[in-house]
């Protein structure tokens, strides 16, 4: 354990100054803020809205450009700059001939990955929460005050976190074995547009839960359970068939990503 959190802290230090880094925290801040500045302006349009319709209309800025592109992009970005930091420097050698586990390093490594992609999805969360509260102070007619989403919407992106956990897995072995820039990132961005295409169709192709790349599109698809009561209640479904898919994937190809590193010399 000591070795785990000798190099998880290390992975920051190497990594604090990186566009990777910096994305988990920009990402959010940027698209709530856009959110936020169209009802600011737009504020006519929203006002004789109910409070639920509001929440959705204005975390559905974040949800929908996270689950269509930019989430998946932006896993596979994560999982190249955590690795590109020992490519770039030659230090692979070095880091596996120190007196860790081999273990160590790599789960520490995937560890911090994952860690982006939680920080970046917990800001997601609580900007959008504490955004819309915002607006119900500045514009007293978007009466956002008057339904709470905060939980529903801690699901929500739970459960995009969770979807993105097969692509990480894949993407992080890729840029692991491989050093340049276009063969990780051309495959996740090839892999991305077909995944997101399938997902994305009225009538999907029936075994398209499969592809990890369109599990977040999908993740938004079925995101809300079947209604049959008030309109002002609603539950999420956050373990679904496509959630399910991802964290066995995910799961797997950690294992044998693991298994692959320690027969093989990575250079």
Known sequence: MKGFLLSFRSEFYKSRKTLGFWGSIILPLVITLLALTAFFVKSGDFANKPGILLWIQFSMISLGSMGTLLLPIYTIFVAYSV????????????IFSLPISRWSVYGAKYAYAFFLLFICMALFTLLNIGFGNLLSVIKPELKFNEYHMEKELAQVFFKLLLSALGILSIQFLLSLLWSDFLKPMGFGFVA????????????????????????????IKSMVKNQHGPADRFEIAVFTQEVY??????????????????KRSVK
Request: proline letters at 5%; a positive charge; zero cysteines.
């Open 192 to 219: 991305t547009i077909v995944g997101v295409t399938l997902a994305s169709q009225k009538d999907p192709w029936k075994y398209t839960y499969l592809l990890p790349y369109s599990h977040p599109m999908a993740a």
């Open 245 to 262: 898919v991802s964290l066995i994937v995910a799961v797997i190809v950690f294992f044998a990503g693991y298994f692959i590193v320690q």
């Open 83 to 94: 690795n590109n930091v020992e490519h770039k420097a030659d230090t692979w050698k070095t």
